[in-house]
């Protein structure tokens, strides 16, 4: 049986690995590193380009090249390279495909099944994007994992049984997720996740470019139209220089010429790691909404943790440990690579499902991070007004799970045609919400419900067959 790889599919950077006898362990791409920039460029010559290379061609020829282009998976976004339009799945098929070919020349075997990770924020339609860019890049996509329950997976993996309450602080180029884990009895729960897709390392380069800008008397919009190199090359140099102020105290940064050129006469302007923590406060101030989320969700207060974790690059900047240890009253860990970390889990998932001995006793539970439910329309006197959500399954309920909601026939409400059923990808598993037609005099009036089912690897449920399962809430079950 061919090798199940772990992909954690970045906003900035991406990385594989895969579970061996030692435990997981990171395949190296083509150039030997671990991370794989998650950028796609077309050269001058019109050749395709992915990862490091990408990067560099981005820095004099941003037109040619898309990054960042997780923050958009789901929507309509679309750039266009050299005359040629992509949609968010397609650049993601092109860095999975990179990373497919990567792993098959470093185990010297085909590789066609993946485990791939996601922000535990995204929601139905950034999961199925992601599944579909698996499916582009000739991957069979075995499981859609939540970044955050990857990690805790590969630190489950490697501290073993010790029991206790953690959270899961997750801030990665473009996302950050907060998750609250607990291990008990050998079982590994994540017991709530909560996060923001638009909030991560990214977010602070722009603000330091942006006061970079300022310092010579651009905006940052403006610049971004007029000068698109000068500010692809800044934000280049910006982000060299917040990495190099998570050791240092100052830095300087040089401001390149509206063709992004670096000439011996540009402007240099010295940043102190005071002042990047002052310009970039509001954005890291984001982070707490999401935590109190997970936090009230899961039930605890923040002394009842016994560790936070830290995942994810953007966790170096010395402000952010800061802030956490500032929040929890204790510093943060960060046992294992904040880069690594999330590959490696997805490599253990991967090892579950291959049945791999190295994983025979690990468990994990995971819950679903958004309320399910149906769209409705609901009746005022004799008019019916539609955009109303009916929600059956709430956020952070653990997962599998199932929920069957009645309705009497005098209640003013129906479903909309179109979201009859809603669908979850989450953890493995789909949650079908449909409406039981005995219960609705309203529902049967309209069409019958078709038996459904599901072309999709994650699951075979079919909806004629659907019925509440034997799955109770906090039921503990391998995902
Ligand atoms: P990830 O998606 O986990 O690879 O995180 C990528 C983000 O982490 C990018 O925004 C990087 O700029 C940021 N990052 C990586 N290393 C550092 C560092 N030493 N200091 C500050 N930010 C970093």
């Known amino acids: ?82 005359g040629r339009t992509f949609n968010p799945e397609e650049l993601s098929s092109l860095v999975l495909r990179s990373l497919r070919e990567d792993a098959e020349a470093y185990l010297g075997e085909k590789v066609d099944r993946a485990v791939i990770t996601v922000p535990a924020y995204f929601n139905d339609h950034q999961r199925k994007a992601t599944l579909n860019a698996g499916k582009i890049a000739g991957l069979k996509v075995e499981r859609i994992v939540n970044e955050p329950t990857a990690a805790a997976m590969a630190y489950g993996f490697h501290e073993g049984r010790k029991e206790k309450l953690w959270l899961v602080f997750d801030l990665g180029g473009g996302t950050f997720d907060a998750s609250v884990v607990e291990v008990f009895e050998g079982v590994l729960e994540v017991k709530s996740s909560a996060g923001e897709t638009f909030l991560g390392g990214e977010d602070f380069t722009r603000s330091l470019a942006a006061r970079v800008l300022e310092a010579v008397g651009l905006s940052f919009e403006r610049t971004e139209l007029v000068a698109p190199r000068l500010v692809s090359r800044l934000m280049q140099q910006c982000e060299i220089a917040k990495c190099r102020l998570s050791r240092e105290e100052a830095t300087t940064i040089r401001v390149p010429s509206n063709d992004g050129d670096l000439g011996p006469d540009c402007r240099q302007i010295t940043v102190t790691r005071a002042q990047l923590q002052e310009w970039t406060a509001n954005t890291l101030a984001r982070v707490e909404l999401p935590i109190r989320r997970a936090l009230g969700d899961a039930g605890i207060g923040w002394k009842d943790l016994d560790e936070v974790v830290l995942v994810g690059g953007a966790t170096r900047m010395p402000a952010v440990v800061a802030r956490v240890t500032q929040l929890f ?69 653990p997962f599998p799970s199932a929920a069957l909601s009645r309705w009497p026939r005098w209640k003013p409400i129906r479903p909309r045609l179109s979201s009859r059923f809603t669908r979850a990808r989450i953890a493995g598993s789909r949650i079908t919400c449909c409406w039981a037609s005995s219960c609705c005099r309203e529902f049967r009036a309209a069409r019958p419900v078709k038996p459904w089912r599901s072309a999709s690897p994650m699951t075979s449920t079919a909806c004629s067959r659907w019925k509440p399962p034997s799955w109770r809430h906090g039921t503990r079950r391998r995902t």
Not at 383 to 395: K, M, V
Request: charged share 20%; with cysteine.
């Open 1 to 82: 049986m061919n090798t199940i790889i772990g992909i954690d599919l970045g906003t900035t950077n991406s990385v594989t690995a895969h579970l061996t006898q030692d435990g997981p362990m990171v395949i190296p791409n083509a150039l030997g590193e671990s991370l794989t920039p998650s950028v796609v460029g077309i050269d001058p010559d019109g050749k395709l380009l992915v990862g490091r290379a990408a990067k560099e061609l981005q820095i004099l020829h941003p037109d040619r090249c898309a990054s960042v282009f997780k923050r958009h998976m789901g929507s309509d976004w679309t750039a266009t390279l050299a």
């Open 329 to 397: 009253g204790k510093p943060p860990q960060c046992r294992l690579d904040p880069d690594e970390v999330v590959a490696w889990g997805a490599a253990v998932q991967a090892g579950l499902i291959a049945c791999d001995r190295a994983v025979d006793d690990l468990v994990v539970t995971d819950v679903a991070p958004f309320t399910l439910g149906i769209g409705i329309s609901k009746l005022f006197g004799s008019e019916r007004r539609d955009g109303y959500f009916l929600p059956i399954i709430h956020r952070n309920t």
